[in-house]
């Protein structure tokens, strides 16, 4: 689907497991150099898919996005939230700015790129060629029905590993059945984890596994995070592109077609 150019954007069905394996197919010396000759793709998706949205990112400078996917879309527009998403995958002129009614749970101002996903997927990364850099990141972090202490052990392990070192902010998505509301065995288990950092810190971001409206999320793009009595997340780049759609293949009613602009993954 990526070689295909009839193909402008994947959107996964679904997580549950694969993902390695495909980052591990895509690391072959003769698939990489294949890929490394495509123009980006949009590519969407959350929860297992983590490792191939990074890996993307990381390998090719792709902007790629954390967002719904088909499973979550067949429920309706309740599961996801519409507006953003075609904002996201369309704006190529200017950046987008998402209002949100998550918590701040450390107020501040922050800007860096956009980074992270399912929290479990994260830690499988370190120890591997595809470990995720956090640095200078706002780090998106999520995962659902993990018990309190297996949050803790998780988030020891990326400290422990050196990736909150350089981190601008830390955005945390509802943690949907990680603890039992109000949650403060978990609230006590990240601030514990985040100890000594003094970035902001917000909680509740609906991304990634939520219980309704999933924001789509550019990875690599930068942004900036205002953590207040409101959390503003504002995009201060376009994410996509624009690209002309060859005449003879037209589109009905539209133009151009948008595609992930690239970024440099280098320091």
């Excluded at 950092?197 to 789509?216: D, E, S, Y």
Aim: proline share 5%.
């Amino acid at each position: 689907m990526l070689e295909d150019p009839e193909i402008h954007a994947v959107f996964c069905t679904r997580g549950g497991y694969g993902s390695n394996y495909v980052v591990e197919y895509f690391s072959s010396p003769a698939v990489l150099r294949r890929l490394k000759r495509l123009p980006p793709r949009i590519v969407m998706g959350l929860s297992d898919v983590t490792t191939l949205l990074l890996f993307l990112h990381r390998k090719l400078g792709w902007v790629t996005f954390q967002g719904p996917m088909l499973s979550g879309f067949a429920d309706g527009e309740t599961r996801y939230d519409r507006a953003v998403m075609e904002q996201v995958l369309s704006n190529a002129s200017s950046g987008t700015t998402i209002a949100s009614d998550a918590a701040s749970w450390r107020e501040g101002i922050a800007e860096g790129r956009l980074l992270g996903g399912c929290l479990s997927l994260l830690v499988t990364t370190l120890g591997t060629p595809d470990e995720i850099d956090t640095r200078g990141a706002i780090l998106l972090i999520e995962d659902i029905d993990e018990k309190p202490y297996r949050v803790d052990r998780m988030l020891f392990h990326l400290r422990k590993a050196g990736k909150f070192r350089g981190v601008k902010a830390f955005l945390f998505g509802e943690m949907v059945g990680c603890g039992k509301p109000p949650a403060d065995e978990l609230r006590d288990v990240i601030l514990e984890a985040l100890d000594g950092l003094n970035v902001p810190v917000v909680f509740g971001l609906r991304f990634g596994h939520t219980t309704g409206g999933c924001l789509t999320l550019p990875l690599g793009v930068r942004a900036r995070l205002v953590a207040g009595e409101k959390v503003e997340l504002i995009l201060l780049e376009s994410a996509v592109s624009a690209t002309r759609v060859e005449a003879s293949r037209p589109i009905a009613g539209q133009a151009g077609l948008s595609v992930p602009t690239r970024r440099s993954t280098k320091r």
